[in-house]
């Protein structure tokens, strides 16, 4: 089985950083793209930043120049370096990833169970 764990949220005032990590672990052969999502309150769940097998990154507009997103790959793990956080960015933050499982298998998208988030004085 695969599973995706969120770490890292917590409770920061305004203009504070946070980094939030995403492990997979169990049966994989291959990672693929991984993304960071997030939902707040009454809102649907957005993209926040997503980074391909290859390390190519992409940003939601909202979050660009104060978030970034990286990973090992050595140990299947991604994080997400939040910056200048503003209580727009309080939300649930997932993570998703595209994982193989066995060589030669299916890709499955699975994704985590979420981390809270929330940017307050």
């Known amino acids: 089985q695969v599973q995706l764990v969120e770490s890292g949220g917590g409770l920061v005032q305004p203009g504070g950083s946070l980094r939030l990590s995403c492990a997979a672990s169990?049966?994989?052969?291959?990672?693929?793209?991984m993304a960071w999502y997030r939902q707040a309150p009454a809102k649907q769940r957005e993209l926040v930043a997503l980074?391909?097998?290859?390390?190519?990154?992409n940003y939601a507009d909202s979050v660009k120049g104060r978030f970034t997103i990286s990973r090992d790959n050595a140990k299947n793990t991604m994080y997400l370096q939040m910056d200048s956080l503003l209580p727009e960015d309080t939300a649930v933050y997932y993570c998703?990833?595209?994982?193989?499982?066995?060589?030669?298998?299916?890709?499955?998208?699975?994704w985590g169970k979420g981390t809270q988030v929330t940017v307050s004085s």
């Open positions: 998703n990833a595209d994982i193989m499982p066995r060589r030669g298998g299916v890709t499955f998208r699975y």
């Open positions: 980074i391909t097998s290859g390390s190519s990154t």
């Open positions: 169990g049966s994989i052969f291959s990672v693929g793209d």
